[in-house]
């Protein structure tokens, strides 16, 4: 059974920095584009970053260009999103998504599969 869990989440003041991980059980992540996804309380879903499959083009929403970092490890399946200078407006739950595709295409609707999701809340 295909899944994509995440970790890593919790509380962390503004200004702070959080590393989410997310294994994928199942299935070999390699072949895909790997992204991140939030949804802020309020908003709709917003793309925070995708990785090509070898990870040789990345992307980042304006919102967390610059502070976040994206990578991965195919040899361990995993995915990370490294966040830095954290702002309120991050807080939101985060989602490992797998893409269709072996490149990111910027669309939500290119990412077939979803983990659960991880808790990340930015407050003083």
């Known amino acids: 059974q295909l899944q994509l869990v995440e970790s890593g989440g919790g509380l962390v003041q503004p200004g702070g920095s959080l590393r989410l991980s997310c294994v994928g059980s199942g299935f070999h992540l390699g072949p895909y584009a790997m992204g991140w996804v939030r949804q802020a309380p309020g908003r709709e879903r917003e793309e925070v970053s995708c990785?090509?499959?070898?990870?040789?083009?990345?992307r980042y929403a304006d919102s967390v260009n610059g502070r976040f970092t994206i990578s991965r490890d195919n040899a361990k399946n995993m995915v990370y999103l490294q966040m830095s200078s954290l702002k309120p407006d991050d807080t939101g739950i985060y989602y490992c998504?797998?893409?269709?595709?072996?490149?990111?295409?910027?669309?939500?609707?290119?990412?077939?599969?979803w983990g659960q999701g991880t808790q990340v809340t930015v407050s003083s």
């Open positions: 998504v797998r893409g269709m595709d072996v490149s990111c295409s910027g669309s939500l609707s290119r990412y077939a599969d």
């Open positions: 990785i090509s499959r070898n990870g040789g083009s990345t």
